[in-house]
């Protein structure tokens, strides 16, 4: 098993449930300062109040036309500016996957190039729903994602029929160029498996279950091991 502090420092600690209270929020702030995991990725919504808590001590990560992706890209555009106004360090964008599906490959090019310039000098990551996907649209998101320049492309939202797979990471590898990482993101729920996308390639894990599951496996014991 790897070091769990290398685990971790990959980790995108995510909370997006419909649900989601300040008091929940706050605690998964708190756990990702203390277990330094790469981001806290929240709601919108939160952005601001998460940003004034943590205080730069973490990079405060948001979904932007979540989960669905079919909000125009103007809309995508407003929620990317005022996510960043509002202090959010990283962005999670969803693609319009009818688009890809009719073929409009120039117009997903087109709404990610315009996030990518909304973004600035903030991390984006392209979510593309790997599970609504053929392997060829796969291949084709991986092609506009590396020549858009994106930071990452990422498997899923966590919302639809299913998350990341071994299979697509090793797929992403072999396709995306130098400059994109890979975000495996939904249903990630051990330590085992986190590792293994890890060694596929993946550079980033969005997951709720990681931090809880080191938590209890070090309670007691005051340290990482």
Known sequence: MADMNEILRH????LLSQTATWEEIRRICDDGMKYHTASVCI??????QAAEYVKGRIPVCTVIGFPNGYSTTEAKVFETKDAI???ADEIDMVINIGWLKDGKDELVKEEIRALKEACGDHILKVIIETCLLTDDEKIRMCR????VGADYIKTSTGFSKA????ADIELFASHVGPNVKIKAAGGIASLEDAER???L?????GTSRIVKIV???TAGTGRLS
């Open 201 to 205: 390639g993946a550079d980033r894990l």
């Open 11 to 14: 980790v995108d600690h995510t």
């Open 163 to 166: 998350g990341a797979t071994f």
């Open 197 to 199: 996308f890890l060694k």
């Open 144 to 147: 506009i994602v590396t020549e």
């Open 43 to 48: 709601p919108a919504s939160y952005v601001k």
């Open 215 to 217: 938590s209890d496996e």
């Open 85 to 87: 106004a509002n202090g």
